[in-house]
């Protein structure tokens, strides 16, 4: 599903359903010990697949510890991201000379729960979003939006972006805008364009930052 909304330099990986925990390696095996069972699941199967996308570069089975504010690292020369909900699990990856950054996000293709969208929009993104009339449940797509261009601001810029802090513009025939409201010299630019896709039951958003 990732792939059909990424570029055909990225490599991706996904399954619908959870892989045995003898797949981690042993360094990775920490970084789970406290946690529940379902957080277990999610990581083990998110570098199960992170690991699948890096080999389709060339780069050999490794762990990929976990960096500032959770973030995965990555094997030197290339950059990614991994998503995770329920019954679906994805990562995306690229060379790093090919690609500054990847941020992906997948979310059950249902509305937020309620107070939520004041939360995470402006009023002016909420008045936006019932502009687009029915089809998809739009303010999931506008809080993807948001969390896969989280992930490709995060490992360029190293600072914290709030909800807030970008606006934005989802096209329904499958792309959306983000414009930043905040500058950083490690960016390089004020919008990102990314895309969109519901299938299965499930929202997927993806944003491709090539060099």
Known sequence: MIERILPDWAATAEEFGDVPEDTLFPEERPLVARATGMRRREFVTGRHCARRAL?????????IPRGERGAPVWPPGTVGSITHCS????????????????GIDAEPH????????????????????????????????????????????????RRWLDFAQAVVEIDPDGGFTASLLVADPAMGRRTLDGRWLVSDGLVATAIALPR
Do not use: H, M, N, Q
């Not at 080999?55 to 762990?63: A, E, F, H, M, Q």
């Not at 019954?87 to 990847?102: N, P």
């Open 87 to 102: 019954g679906y699990r994805a990562a995306a990856v690229a060379e790093g000379r090919v690609a500054a950054a990847i």
């Open 110 to 157: 249902g509305p937020l729960p309620s107070g939520v969208l004041p939360t995470v929009a402006s009023p002016g993104e909420i008045a936006a979003l019932g502009a687009l009339g029915p089809g998809a449940c739009w303010d999931r797509i506008l809080f993807s939006a948001k969390e896969a261009v989280y992930k490709v601001w995060f490992p360029l810029t």
């Open 55 to 63: 080999s389709r570069l060339g780069v050999p089975p490794g762990p």
